[in-house]
């Protein structure tokens, strides 16, 4: 049965009206440019995934109550600060079929931008008065970076293994989608196993996630994922798809693979770079770590009992598995 996303969360529409308030005022501004900039990145605003994790989790745990979406709003703000500079790392000029804010508006300002996104996110982090709430979210901050700085470093380095490529994704994509289930739980309740079975929850499908948006750049279209594909093969970064052809192949028969892979690559052959990847079993590899995943995550739900918020996020990992963009 298809998932849809109204379904998941029609328990927590309110909710997810007075969460919409707490993050328009969180980014409210004095200065005109920042409120311009601002706008145009909400224009084309996503799903928002990550804050209905949060609200979800709450009320699982308990009540979604005022700490409960000022998170949901935090996470949000830091997600979209990740964005803001990821594109400007990788010299993106699309982001979800619209101009990015660095082509919209340069680097500069999209990096500062990026720069205030990160401050309302700190800024709010306080007004949580939380303690354990606190070292969760700075211990993120911490492994969003080292999870860029891993993938960076082996784009230009090589050395991308089954093992790192999990060890960045779950620092870069699946510690947000964890802390965002966590924090829900954190604001919600004192019982600290809950709090670990949700951020588990959210940490398996944060890499069920980011598998899938890997995918997408092989398999999918410009028009539905809203940005070129290929750009990882371009850009010389190995995801798990190319990580398990690489692994079938003797040593010298490798490098040859990526040059052939690089030329049509180059010369717009996409359909060639991925039906190589699928004759090499990549795609298929992909698709069944993907299920592990998402098996994982709900797994870690069994100890709650049942209601219309475990269905939810539970729907939230088929979704996933279905989502087309």
């Known amino acids: 049965m298809k998932v849809r996303l109204s379904d998941i969360v029609a328990p927590i529409v309110d909710d997810l009206k007075l969460f919409q308030q707490e993050f ?59 964005l803001v500079h990821d594109d400007v790392v990788d010299e993106s000029d699309l982001r979800r079929s619209w101009p990015s804010l660095r082509r919209a508006f340069n680097n500069k300002k999209a990096v500062l931008i990026g720069d205030y996104f990160l401050a309302k996110a700190l800024r709010n982090m306080i007004g949580l008065r939380n303690f354990q709430a606190l070292e969760v979210l700075s211990n993120t901050a911490e492994r969003l970076s080292s999870g860029e700085i891993l993938q960076l470093e082996k784009a230009l380095l090589g050395g991308m293994t089954e093992e ?11 510690s947000l989608f964890g802390t965002a289930c966590e924090l829900g739980a954190i604001t919600a309740s004192k019982d600290t196993s809950k709090w670990e079975a949700l951020r588990q929850y959210g940490e398996n499908l944060g890499i069920a996630f980011q598998i899938k948006d890997d995918l997408f750049d092989l398999v999918g279209d410009r028009k539905s994922v809203g940005k070129p594909v290929t750009f990882d093969v371009k850009k010389n970064v190995r995801t798990l798809p190319l990580i398990y052809v690489l692994k079938q192949l003797e040593p010298n028969e490798r ?11 180059r010369r717009g052959k996409i359909a060639r770079v991925r039906g190589a990847i699928q004759e090499g079993g990549g795609i298929d590899y992909a698709q069944e770590r993907i299920q592990h995943f998402s098996d994982a995550a709900i797994a870690t739900l069994e100890s709650f009992p049942d209601s219309e918020y475990k269905s939810a996020l539970i729907n939230v990992v088929h979704f996933n598995a279905q989502r087309s963009s």
Not at 71 to 81: C, F, G, P, R, T
Not at 164 to 174: E, F, G, L, S
Not at 255 to 265: A, M, N, P, S, V
């Open 255 to 265: 490098g040859q693979y990526l040059r052939i892979l690089k030329f049509h690559t």
């Open 164 to 174: 790192i490529y999990y060890q960045m994704v779950r620092d870069k994509t699946a």
């Open 24 to 82: 328009e005022n969180a980014l409210r501004s004095e200065i005109r440019l920042v409120n311009t900039m601002v706008r145009y990145v909400l224009h084309s605003r996503g799903k928002h995934l990550r804050p209905i994790l949060t609200i979800l989790s709450a009320r699982l745990c308990g009540q979604a109550n005022l700490d409960s979406l000022r998170a949901a709003a935090l996470i949000e703000i830091l997600h979209i600060a990740t």
